[in-house]
């Protein structure tokens, strides 16, 4: 951490050159005696990085940023706040720190929180930024958390871990086994130190796989912003958790589309069947993820359009935590049905069908955009079919 980049001439450069082409910067001679070039590249690249990720940070003065992969890999602004609501407790460590924006939002509930990183560059950086942003009650600790967690005789409320998914390569990886560090050695350590423990993992694990591995997991919580899914966070407890809860959330807009069920029970449920009504429904990301196919259906009244399509059919208009749209017209797909739609604009989707939607784009010549949704998919089993619909404006909450 080079701590001239926070001198406030420095500053003034890096907040008057934030829309500056960073490769500029990096050619010109040195613009300081103290700093490279590099280093002022990385700060802007990095708080630009910030703006709608970390809002607070990028509007704080004096900030230090990390280099830009720190930022990729750190929770945002909108999901740390959203895990403060799933713990209680005075006590809170954090394993994994990194740039501590998930430490940051525990303290703003919990009293005292040990905020633990083996890096010495990222730990500095991270108290530095506490001190900014006013968060008094983190205690910062230059170490590998589970080394801490192992030679503290101190228990906590919470114990909470985000393992780097970044292999010794630097390639992208899901699997628990291949996160460093790899919890699932650990977890009986973990639950003799805590009450809770909360592991935060990649969108891309299998939930079923999550479950089997990690035991002892009372609820898993699928976090999506924007319909794009951030983080699996799997709550582990002591005791024997046979229906375990599974609790979605996608913040839209200003909304959160919530809807929870019992990961049992989705196996031990059928739904209606049905063919297409007056309205569609498409579910969001996070229950998508969740699997929750076919408990929504039963929960919500809908009627399932078909096994795998995942589409879902009402005559009366339901709060859906998801997209809705008011059904205009359906028929089969094939070329004399689909001829009028050569040249025409419309969103296009498919669900269980054999066909892309850019095959499907220059096959039919449909231009994306406009006011018109075409669902190409199966219902039935096996007729494929296209549902015309416009889309209806809800707040699902």
Known sequence: MNKNIL????????NNNLTTDIVSVLLQRPFFDSITNKELAEQIEA??????????????????????LNIEQCSSEITAAYKTRIFSGKSLVDLTGGLGVDSFY????????????????????????????????????????LEFIKNTSAKFDCIYLDPSRRSMNSKKVFMLSDCMPNVVPHLDLLLTKSKQVLIKTSPLLDISSGLNQLGKVKEVHIVAVNNEVKELLWVLQEGSWDKVKVKTINFKRGNEETYNFFWAEEKITTPLY??????????NAAILKGGAFKR??????VEKLDEHSHLYTSHELVAFPGRSFR?????????????????TKANVTVRNFPESVATIRKKYKIEDGGDAYLFFTTINKSELKVIRCTKIQTAFR
Request: glycine share 4%; aromatic share 10%.
């Open 106 to 145: 525990f303290s703003k509930k919990i009293k005292a929180v040990v905020h633990c990183e083996i890096s010495n560059n990222l730990s500095e950086i991270a108290a530095h930024n506490f001190k900014v942003l006013g968060a008094k009650n983190i205690r910062v600790e230059q170490i590998d958390g």
């Open 7 to 14: 001198d406030t001439g420095v500053q003034d450069f890096i």
């Open 47 to 68: 708080k630009n990085k910030c703006k709608n990720k970390l809002p607070s940070w990028y509007n704080s003065e004096k900030i230090y940023y990390p280099n830009k």
């Open 296 to 301: 929504i259906a039963k929960d919500l009244k």
């Open 274 to 283: 049905g063919e297409p009504q007056k309205f569609l429904y498409e579910p």
């Open 327 to 343: 059904i205009m017209k359906v028929f089969d797909c094939n070329k004399k049905e689909l001829k009028h739609l050569s040249g």
